[in-house]
């Protein structure tokens, strides 16, 4: 016995061992990946940015270099200061200070000394450079905007997150990563991939070498160019004439579904987001709460459709057989229902058909022929089930699936929405009215109304709306190049359009907006709208709505105008509209009385009554604010510089 | 067969080749965690790897000068080599060189000698002599007494030079005594005294004194045959008086360092935040160590590529944690092949022992196997975090002179002993 003690127990530590290195080496190991191995340095080597050019190739967006001054504090020798300050343009003060600051942070690692030097200085320094040890010069690709408009779109990009490096491994610290417009949607094409070097380093965090040999780096691969769907010119006459005014355009070609223009007023300049002084500007964007510069109103901001919705309103009914184009409603100009219920109507009274309701915005017709298709079946949820789903299949009340990244859903109430609201189940077409002119519970935003044009100037179908035209050779996303049809037949457009058509000619409310030339059809909308100021409800100006698409037959372009407060639909959102079509389809303006007037005039009196804390009158009391001659004379310098 | 062929013959290869493989796969390993960048010269004596080869040429000589000497040398002359031994140890207190903090070498030119590194084998002669003597009966207290002396003078020379580590080998000497028939109540109260000492650690003194008390009392009334009630009530004062003394002794003698790597390895500290900072600093070379091991995985990164040995993350990596070189870029496969090819080491000097027909031989072949043994399970054992840190190097593996040389006389001697068994009569 007392030989194999000895035995049995080396044995025993034998087995031990091998089952804790079995432990340790193959049961935890979870594989070996370099890139989580903090003994190899990672150095990334990033690639060209892709470009984004608009419809017809011009370049919007490119790159630009910028050198950054590097040192690294132990290898500083003795140097001359004061010239090395004057290159650099700082004072003696600075450069200690700055200097202290690196060297706190590490005696061994880089530090960036003086960020995005401009060209100028980066080629003076350049040539004196190798005096200097310890100071180096490092490039890096910042984005370089061509055009000062359509920041909303192009979007911009910045340092990834903490959130989105913990999200997406491919993103380190200090990356940049698209962070709203075409940057962030296409962020993986137009990024491209990084190269990695890795490099081997010792326990003191010093480079020792390339890890084996370079058998793992990578080359970076550059981002693919864009071609995105915007028109630089219309975007750039849109974003022109919505100076001084608050709200969006949107110009969506029908038979493609192409965003040919997304405007949000006002907006900013995308060069100040880049370089030395981005961290400054975004915060005054940021902090803008009048103006609201950082926020897409086109894509964001929701609102009330007012007349445009009685397309909707009409079709619906004609498809549900409720009416025929030729029902005929009388207009008092006013109209009653239930005991005490009135709707005011300023369509001037008489006979009202179909074509007639639509041209004049009568109210009082509309307001019959919703009643008419709510009450068509006995129950009242029922039919705004099927009323809801018919508004449905025109892309509102639901996120449109656009390819950019923000969005909203807007609101298309049915059956179910108002039994919540009315849990007793006694409400009828009567309680819920106000739907019938766009107004009440119907909530769209700028693009959902411009689809909806669309998809009237199609009669009957839409593209969903995007934003990419090409990606290098790749093919479009197929959800872009299928249909999506309503649920009207194809046959109760015509009239619908007729009636459209005649807002523009016969005596309708856009008479005096014609183009000549151009057979538009569009339709106004005045939207009364109220802010809560001081705990009080209180009315602001109406908003200015304009839908239209030209040329009647064959459309080429559907736009939807919303302008903040600007009051009657013709006022501000029309003019524009009647622009905008003249200006893509002829290149030149024939109207330039229109032009003249919208550039003249200023709503941002209107903007800030409601952060005065006094009264104030709104709509035709409030008058029209002008601007100045000089003013004036800037913006057409800019018309003729631009365009 | 001539003669001269026979004599080659007698020699146990399978060590020999086993030794061979050990020090060669030792220096491979050297070079990996010592070489800086991509040269390397084999002749460029500053660097670990050039001495270390340098140190195993020079073995050679060693080996063929231990092999060419009578096994009726070693025998004869035990008592002046072990007193040899003694003296040189003696002489550092005089003569040495303090490096960090351990008064453990004499420098001679450019090279350092660490004596203790051949005390073991100058002691295993001098045990292996008085156990074989035939008036020596390990059931007397007398040759008890004069067998743990010989062990004690290395350990505490060893001990005042400040290295704990090559100190408790000595402890090794327990398996060969008990082997010599030792009484098992040695072995059982050593098994109890551990155990005692690591209980009223963890769970108090109180607790552990209960448990003790209860313990004995059951084995007191239920053997058949009663033992003496006086024997059991003086076992039981004895341990608890060792429970109760335990934390006084774990308070006042030991040093900061090793009461932090006890207290690690128990996990006494509760304070999480505290034990945190404690892991951070103490357990710096541990956690490199246990973390270049595990990223090695199942095959290793390869020779030459392991990332933290090239990066020098684990410090002393060519010295006590060589291992952790073997676990990054050998994987799995080479470190159990390092493990097996111990085990199968120490085996076969157990077994070659075994058939010994002098008892000299026999008690100096089990003190290598316990010397070699205790060796590998320290330093493999604290690289992979199963005892606590206690820096002592792995046989023929870790970088030093002193070290190789001193494990390669103990085996040689040993295979040259072995190699007249059939000479014996």
């Known amino acids: 016995m007392r030989q194999f003690l000895l035995f049995f127990i080396i044995i025993l530590v034998g087995l031990t061992f091998i089952g804790r290195l079995f432990y340790l080496q193959v049961y935890t190991a979870d594989g070996y990946n370099i890139l989580d191995d903090n003994a190899i340095r990672k150095v990334y080597d990033y690639p060209k940015r892709g470009f984004v050019y608009d419809r017809d190739n011009n370049l919007l967006v490119g790159n630009q270099p910028s050198y950054d001054v590097m040192v690294i504090p132990r290898e500083v020798k003795p140097l001359d200061t004061l010239e090395f300050c004057s290159l650099l343009k700082i004072t003696k003060e600075q450069f200690i200070k700055t200097y202290k600051r690196a060297y706190n942070y590490s005696p061994r690692l880089p530090y960036v000394f003086v960020a995005h030097l401009s060209k100028e200085d980066y080629a003076v320094l350049q040539e004196k450079m190798r005096k200097y040890e310890g100071f180096y010069i490092q490039k890096r690709l910042l984005r370089d905007y061509h055009t000062a408009v359509g920041a909303n779109v192009l979007g911009f990009i910045a340092e990834a997150s903490p959130s989105q490096i913990e999200e997406n491994p491919y993103y380190k610290m200090g990356d940049l990563i698209g ?19 890795f490099i081997q380093k010792d326990r003191f965090n010093r480079d020792i070498g390339p890890y084996q040999d370079g058998a793992f780096d990578t080359i970076p691969k ?57 961290s400054a500007n975004y915060t005054k964007l940021y902090r803008d709460s009048v103006h609201l510069p950082l926020i897409d109103k086109g894509l964001l901001r929701v609102h009330e459709p007012g007349s445009p919705f009685k397309v909707i309103v009409a079709l619906t009914a004609l498809q549900e057989g409720a009416i025929t184009p030729q029902t005929n409603v009388f207009c008092s100009g006013v109209y009653r229902y239930g005991r005490r219920g009135t709707m005011g109507c300023h369509c001037g009274g008489g006979n009202r058909d179909l074509i007639t309701g639509i041209a004049k915005s009568c109210n009082s017709y509309f307001a019959t022929v919703y009643r008419k298709s709510v009450d068509f079946f006995p ?48 409400w009828g077409s009567t309680t819920i009215i106000s739907n019938s002119i766009g107004q009440g519970e119907i909530l769209v935003t700028p693009i959902h109304l411009a689809n909806m044009t669309a998809a009237i100037a199609n009669r009957g179908f839409y593209f969903t709306p995007h934003i990419i035209k090409s990606i290098e050779s790749q093919e479009k996303d197929p959800k872009f190049t299928t249909p999506n049809y309503t649920t009207i037949d194809k046959k109760y457009f015509e009239p619908v359009v007729q009636g459209l058509f005649d807002v523009y000619e016969n005596n309708g409310t856009a008479r005096s907006l014609r183009v000549p030339g151009i057979e538009i059809c569009g339709k ?23 839908i239209a698409f030209a040329p009647k037959d064959n459309p080429t372009i559907a736009i939807a105008v919303f302008v903040e407060n600007g009051h009657y639909g013709s006022t501000y959102a029309g003019r524009i509209a009647s622009l905008m079509i003249e ?13 003249n007037w919208i550039l003249a005039h200023s709503l941002e009196d209107e903007y800030l009554k409601p952060f005065s804390g006094t009264p104030f009158k709104i709509n035709r009391e409030a008058g029209y604010q002008v601007i100045s001659p000089e003013e004036l004379e800037i913006l057409k310098s800019q018309l003729v510089k631009k365009l | 067969m001539t003669r001269e062929t026979n004599r080659y013959f007698k020699f146990d290869w399978i060590t020999i080749v086993l030794f061979l493989m050990l020090t060669g796969f030792g220096w491979m390993n050297i070079l990996s965690a010592s070489h800086m960048g991509d040269t390397i010269d084999y002749t460029d004596f500053s660097q670990p790897y050039g001495k270390q080869l340098l140190f195993i040429c020079l073995t050679v000589g060693l080996i063929v000068i231990i092999l060419s000497l009578e096994s009726k040398f070693y025998e004869r002359f035990s008592s002046v080599i072990y007193i040899i031994s003694m003296l040189s140890m003696l002489g550092l207190f005089v003569f040495g060189k303090n490096v960090n903090g351990a008064t453990a070498w004499y420098g001679i030119g450019g090279m350092t000698i660490q004596p203790s590194e051949f005390a073991k084998a100058a002691t295993a002669l001098a045990i292996a002599k008085h156990l074989s003597d035939l008036h020596t009966d390990l059931k007397l207290f007398k040759d008890q007494i004069k067998a743990f002396i010989i062990i004690a003078i290395p350990a505490v020379l060893i001990l005042l030079q400040n290295d704990t580590g090559s100190a408790i080998v000595y402890v090794a000497f327990i398996f060969v005594f008990y082997r010599e028939n030792l009484p098992k109540a040695y072995l059982v109260f050593g098994v109890l005294l551990t155990l005692i000492t690591l209980s009223s650690l963890k769970f108090g003194d109180i607790a552990t004194s209960i448990v003790v008390v209860i313990s004995i009392l059951t084995y007191h009334f239920t053997r058949r045959k009663k033992p003496a009630i006086l024997k059991t009530l003086l076992a039981l004062i004895a341990c608890v008086i060792l429970s109760f003394g335990v934390d006084f002794l774990y308070d006042n003698i030991l040093q900061i360092h090793q009461k932090d790597r006890i207290s690690l390895w128990l996990r006494l500290e509760k304070d999480p935040l505290k034990l945190q900072e404690m892991q951070r600093d103490i357990l710096y070379n541990l956690y490199e160590s246990e973390k270049a091991i595990s990223s090695g995985g199942l095959t290793g990164k390869g020779y030459l590529q392991g990332t933290r040995t090239t990066g020098k993350f684990v410090p002393e990596q060519h010295t006590d944690y060589i291992f952790s070189t073997v676990g990054e870029e050998w994987g799995f496969a080479g470190t159990v092949f390092v493990v097996v090819a111990f085990v199968l080491l120490l085996l076969r000097i157990l077994h070659l022992a075994e058939l010994q027909k002098l008892q000299f031989s026999r008690v100096y072949g089990y003190s290598v196997a316990a010397i070699l043994f205790f060796h590998f399970l320290i330093n493999i054992g604290m690289v992979m975090g199963l005892i606590p840190t206690i820096g002592i190097p792995l046989p023929f593996f870790s970088y030093g002179g002193s070290g190789l040389w001193g494990f390669t006389i103990l085996l040689f001697i040993f295979i040259k002993l072995d190699s007249n068994r059939i000479n014996e009569w």
């Open chain 1, 179 to 197: 962070k709203q417009g075409v940057e962030l949607s296409y962020e993986k094409e137009l990024r491209g991939v990084k190269g990695i070097k």
């Open chain 1, 583 to 595: 200006k893509y389809i002829n290149d030149n303006i024939s109207r330039t009385d229109l032009e």
């Open chain 1, 222 to 278: 550059p981002g693919k160019d864009i071609t995105i769907t915007i028109n630089q010119k219309l975007q750039d006459y849109g974003e022109l004439l919505m100076t001084n005014k608050r709200g969006s355009i949107v110009a969506i070609e029908p038979s493609t579904g192409e965003i040919l223009a997304l405007i949000s007023a006002p907006s900013y300049d995308p060069n100040l987001l880049v370089g030395r002084k981005r």
């Open chain 1, 524 to 546: 106004t909308g005045t939207a009364e709208n109220f802010a809560i100021i001081q705990g009080k409800r209180t009315q602001l100006s109406d908003h200015s709505l304009f």
């Open chain 1, 379 to 426: 129950n009242a949820s029922k039919s705004m089930d099927i009323w809801s789903d018919h508004v449905k299949s025109f892309g509102l009340g639901q996120y449109l699936g656009t390819d950019l990244p923000i969005g909203k859903k807007g609101n298309i109430p049915d059956g179910a929405y108002y039994d919540k609201w009315y849990p007793d189940f006694n």
